[in-house]
């Protein structure tokens, strides 16, 4: 995609490493920190009984200015098009809203099933992970597009929120294949190679 066209609103943590050449002159900008994963207290954390009281607080004293935070920048670079990826509370939170703010349409990304990685990854379950499912629901109905992980997800994604989904399916493409070298024998090793993150 031409660079050019781009411009990024960026949670702190991510993308805080050298950025490719290509994207130098890019126009991106730090959002302000939101404690996603709750405060440490007296050594302690946030715990589940006390995490729809912390959301709700996380949604009156943070999401608000994320959405202007987003907003103003939105106003300043002019964009056609919202590309929000879903891929944890705060954006799945934001994401409709935020698409409300700037009216621009809105495309989104989800390859990991919220109510599966919010459960699994956030600890986020009962009334706050249904408020969560609330938003996603909002968010994905709110999309021009949905980005999805297959074409089983495409199917069920469709159905359930009547927004067009495209499966976006990262891997080598078939010319960069290589053919398997033969069987190892049971002692040799076997090296597995990958690129990104172990979760990637």
């Not at 709700?56 to 990826?85: G, S």
Request: overall charge positive.
């Amino acid at each position: 995609y031409p660079a050019d066209r781009l411009a990024f609103a960026i949670l702190p943590g991510i993308g805080s490493g050298a950025w490719p050449d290509a994207l130098a002159a890019t126009p991106r900008m730090t959002l302000d920190l939101v404690p996603e994963r709750g405060f440490n207290r007296w050594g302690r954390r946030v715990q589940r009984s006390s995490r729809g009281v912390f959301d709700l607080y996380v949604a009156h004293r943070y999401l608000p200015r994320l959405v202007e935070q987003i907003a103003t920048f939105a106003q300043r670079v002019q964009p056609e098009l919202l590309w929000i990826l879903l891929a944890g509370p705060t954006m799945i939170s934001i994401a409709a809203s935020v698409a409300r703010r700037v009216r621009r349409p809105m495309v989104t990304t989800v390859w990991d099933a919220p109510d599966y990685f919010l459960p699994h990854y956030w600890d986020i379950r009962g009334k706050s992970l249904d408020r969560l499912m609330a938003y996603f629901r909002a968010a994905v109905r709110s999309s021009v597009r949905c980005a999805v992980a297959s074409p089983e997800m495409q199917t069920a994604y469709e159905s359930r929120y009547g927004t067009r989904c495209v499966p976006m399916i990262h891997g080598m493409p078939e010319s960069q294949w290589l053919p398997p070298t033969g069987l190892r024998g049971p002692n040799e090793p076997f090296v597995i190679g990958y690129a990104g993150s172990l979760y990637a």
